[in-house]
């Protein structure tokens, strides 16, 4: 896949040919045009894919995906997201300021498995900076922390009561009001020092790259 010129649905989509050359590894292309992706178990079976087309995303239930255009053991920054199209089109919007020679990328599916997570962070022993490219949501940002306890070998669970957000830390509720939950004050409230960036798109009315840069033509 990595000879092809690029993909006819991320033409139309302008996204640029170095992005689609990035991402040629773990996309395949159907005869409808269709871009799709398969997500993996621990033991390498596929257990489910992300289907691209041009009005609709359809994202992968489960498994995780992940690549890097350099050696495993070179990679310094990780993406971490839920999407690849979400990551095709962060990368889209950064072409021009970030180089991913030394970049690896993970796509989770919608159920996020801890011990698989894990092990695929593991499998990029050299990474320095990890980033999390997930929506403005409150699910977006819950992930965010999710992801970001995982890096620190822990968990924290997340409910939503009414309008407020309770995390439970070492067994001891810690509550945010819904508006003001993010990464940023949930580790402030805990003590911990952030080790994870938590990338958004500027335009807070628009849930992540994917829904910006593709459902609204641009």
Request: glycine letters at 8%; proline letters at 1%.
């Amino acid at each position: 896949m990595a000879s092809k010129e690029g993909f006819e649905l991320l033409d139309i989509k302008g996204v640029d040919r170095k992005v689609q050359h990035l991402f040629s590894e773990v996309l395949q292309e159907d005869d409808f045009g269709r871009l799709w992706a398969n997500y993996n178990d621990g033991s390498g079976n596929i257990v489910d894919q992300e289907v691209i087309s041009l009005s609709k995303l359809k994202f992968s239930s489960c498994g995780i995906l992940h690549f890097s255009p350099a050696n495993p053991f070179s990679a310094r920054s990780l993406y971490i997201s839920d999407s690849v199209a979400n990551l095709i089109s962060f990368a889209q919007s950064y072409s021009s300021r970030l180089s991913w020679d030394y970049a690896a990328f993970i796509a989770t599916g919608a159920k996020k498995e801890r011990d698989l997570f894990l092990e695929v962070v593991g499998k990029y022993p050299s990474v320095k900076k990890y980033y999390a490219v997930y929506g403005h949501s409150l699910i977006g940002r819950i992930r965010d922390c999710k992801v970001q306890h995982w890096l620190r070998g822990e968990d924290c669970s997340f409910r939503i009561d009414g309008e407020v957000v309770v995390a439970n830390y070492h067994g001891k509720d810690f509550m945010l009001a819904g508006e003001k939950f993010s990464l940023r004050n949930h580790l402030r409230q805990l003590g911990i020092r952030q080790r994870l960036s938590a990338l958004k798109n500027r335009k807070w009315d628009v849930e992540n790259y994917y829904f910006f840069k593709w459902q609204s033509g641009n």
